[in-house]
């Protein structure tokens, strides 16, 4: 498989490199400097579309989201790795050929465990996701959350808006620790909820309970979204995902170390799949692969317990 990877020098798309160059395919690195293919995603994409025809798969990566990349890319099937709900939901529209919406930790993975959930329509899905702030992000990750300040829930599956980081429920993780999770944009209640008609909400907690706390602070005091970037990496780089059927209380989650490293994991997943899939359109991870497969992919970061 030759795979085309926008976006290869961060620390998910290094990731994904890394993975797909050990299962033998080929990847071809773009960038806005020498390197690699010269692909500048925020000026013309002239250049994209004779490459993505060079290559079975293009792979998103690099935190750039524009919704004519679906229409640029043409037939080759396009995997992104986005947790932006209103961004995947224009790039579905945008899709000629074949488009994964959401190939990563949350939504990626989490679709896959609340698609793997005993369900019916109806049902409330909560999805509880965990992230080590230990872990040094690139400034596309920081960007995202610092994006959903002063925000609503795109599409939530409420009758009235509801804000990110203003509410929230507590779980337990795989770590047996009870945590606080924050209300958080993550659209797994676009991409899947729709389709199965469930009303899935998602949070998100921090490693530690003071940042998860100064989370909470900043979604009701948006104008310091600037100290995100500014604040010290604490903790460790443990990561969880849980999905939970509120009715029955059947649940399904996945645990282990390295977000950036999972996420590269689950996205080569994708790609493989996505370069050989008959389905075509805008279609997301649990379309692509079982509950088995997106936990075997991330077996090998599982900490010990």
Do not use: C
Not at 32 to 52: E, I
């Amino acid at each position: 498989m030759r795979a085309l990877l926008l976006g290869a020098r961060g620390a998910v798309g290094t990731a994904i490199r890394r993975e797909l160059e050990r299962e033998g395919h080929e990847v071809t690195s773009t960038g806005r400097s020498v390197g690699g293919l010269v692909l500048d995603l925020h000026g013309d994409l002239a250049t994209l579309g004779p490459a993505a025809a060079a290559h079975d798969v293009v792979i998103n990566a690099s935190g750039v989201e524009r919704a004519d990349l679906g229409t640029v890319v043409s037939t080759t099937p396009l995997v992104d790795i986005s947790a932006t709900g209103s961004y995947l939901d224009a790039l579905r529209k945008s899709a000629r050929g074949t488009v994964v919406l959401g190939a990563g930790l949350a939504p990626g993975l989490s679709t896959v465990l609340v698609s793997a959930l005993d369900h019916r329509p109806g049902d409330d899905i909560d999805v509880f996701v965990m992230l080590g702030s230990g872990e040094h992000h690139g400034a596309a990750a920081v960007d995202w959350t610092a994006g959903l300040l002063g925000t609503d829930v795109h599409q939530s599956p409420e009758t009235t808006p509801i804000r990110n980081f203003h509410t929230g429920r507590r779980a337990t993780g795989p770590d047996g620790r009870r945590r606080l999770h924050l209300r958080a944009d993550f659209p797994d209640h676009v991409l899947l909820g729709r389709e199965e008609q469930l009303a899935i909400r998602s949070y998100l907690a921090l490693g530690t309970a003071p940042e998860t706390l100064a989370l909470a602070v900043l979604g009701r005091l948006p104008a310091l979204r600037g100290l995100l970037a500014a604040a010290p990496h604490l903790g460790g780089s443990d990561w969880h995902v849980i999905a939970r059927n509120r009715r029955t209380g059947h649940q399904r989650e996945a645990f282990g170390t390295g977000q950036s490293e999972a996420t590269g994991h689950l996205a080569a997943l994708a790609a493989s799949r996505a370069a050989v899939t008959e389905r075509t359109g805008a279609i997301t991870m649990a379309d692509l692969v079982d509950v088995d497969a997106a936990m075997a992919s991330v077996e090998a970061l599982r900490p010990s317990r």
